[in-house]
């Protein structure tokens, strides 16, 4: 295998050339510095007319007044809905306590009917008795064409059989 490297012309020898050795490189700490060029500011040459300059701050005023017009909308915007924020408040507020005040009212209703109910429940010892109380159980009494005679003995039969 070391015959497939040899080199059949022989070694090749290097030289260093003493001048090109001592010169410096290319890229010194020198080289590396940046470009430094001293400009005076306003040095003479003016880059900028009077009337550019002009529209210029004519330019700038408009811009500012514009942004003083956006915030004063803006400060509107802010305490309107801060005053809509107020009257929500405001209403829903009005509206809890007229909501308590409606559930307040519905519970007394109904404690009422309840009391009623049970005052009426406790008149009739059963419910045949209610049923007999609600209908006319003289002949003389019934407004009406038909003859009822058959279910009143009927309810009066039942009211009795359940009394004794």
């Known amino acids: 295998m070391?015959?497939?490297?040899?080199?059949?012309?022989?070694?090749?020898?290097?030289?260093?050339?003493?001048e090109v050795a001592a010169e410096p490189h290319m890229?010194?700490?020198?080289?590396?510095?940046?470009?430094?060029?001293?400009?005076?500011?306003?040095a003479g040459v003016s880059l900028v007319s009077a009337e550019?300059?002009?529209?210029?701050?004519?330019?700038?005023?408009?811009e500012d007044e514009r942004l003083k017009q956006i915030r004063e909308k803006d400060q509107e915007e802010r305490i309107q809905k801060q005053q809509r924020k107020e009257k929500?408040?405001?209403y829903l507020l009005q509206f809890q306590t007229q909501l308590k005040s409606d559930i307040q009212a519905r519970k007394d209703a109904n404690k009422q009917t309840q009391?009623?109910?049970?005052?009426n429940k406790s008149e009739y010892k059963n419910?045949?008795?209610?049923?007999?109380?609600?209908?006319?159980?003289?002949?003389?009494?019934?407004?009406?064409?038909?003859?009822?005679?058959?279910?009143r003995q009927a309810i009066l039969n039942k009211r009795?059989?359940?009394?004794?």
């Open 115 to 119: 009391e009623l109910r049970s005052q």
């Open 27 to 42: 890229f010194n700490d020198a080289a590396r510095q940046p470009f430094e060029m001293p400009i005076a500011p306003n």
């Open 160 to 164: 009795k059989d359940l009394t004794k």
């Open 52 to 62: 550019q300059q002009k529209r210029r701050d004519k330019l700038r005023e408009l």
């Open 127 to 151: 419910s045949w008795d209610k049923i007999a109380s609600n209908i006319a159980l003289k002949d003389g009494e019934y407004p009406g064409e038909k003859d009822v005679t058959k279910m």
């Open 2 to 18: 070391d015959e497939f490297f040899d080199d059949p012309a022989g070694t090749i020898e290097t030289y260093v050339i003493p």
């Open 88 to 90: 929500a408040q405001q």
